[in-house]
């Protein structure tokens, strides 16, 4: 093992240690402990635009090519179309959103410090375009994709 991988998971390893310890003791809840603010707002949007701005505080979106959309261009059943969203950019969060969904926010990922690769399966209610959206160094960046559905995901 590398000294830094070695020195890494020794942090870790204390870090999780003293957590459990803290919990142990009453001091801190389980649901403090690794709880993330969930964004209900972005969530709950009813457009594309509204979910970006609650979930970034900005809808300031700049075109990319850098970002890549792999996903079927026709997906037989809009409930479970795969998705994968990559990039070469340094990567704060990777968020999927479809345009013609009543909540269009389909996942978000904080990878800060991390590659820029993001895979899931998401809904799709009817054929819409998919936007990626990529926030790299404090800036917004997107890409889209058509993707035509088949048989609707919810419901149809």
Request: charged letters at 20%; aromatic letters at 4%; one cysteine or more.
């Amino acid at each position: 093992m590398s000294e830094i991988k070695r020195r890494t998971f020794l942090k870790g390893s204390m870090a999780g240690g003293l957590l459990a310890v803290a919990a142990g003791a009453g001091l801190l809840r389980p649901t403090q402990v690794m709880a993330a603010q969930w964004p209900d707002s972005a969530f709950n949007a009813r457009s594309v635009d509204v979910a970006i701005n609650s979930l970034y505080g900005s809808s300031n979106i700049i075109d990319s090519k850098a970002i890549k959309i792999r996903a079927p261009l026709q997906a037989e059943n809009g409930a479970k179309v795969p998705i994968q969203v990559l990039t070469d950019m340094p990567v704060d969060s990777i968020s999927v959103f479809i345009k013609e969904n009543v909540m269009p926010l389909a996942g978000r990922a904080n990878l800060k410090n991390a590659s820029g690769f993001f895979s899931t399966r998401i809904k799709m209610a009817k054929s819409s375009d998919v936007i990626a959206v990529v926030k790299s160094n404090g800036k917004l960046h997107s890409a889209k994709l058509a993707i035509k559905v088949t048989v609707g995901g919810c419901g149809g």
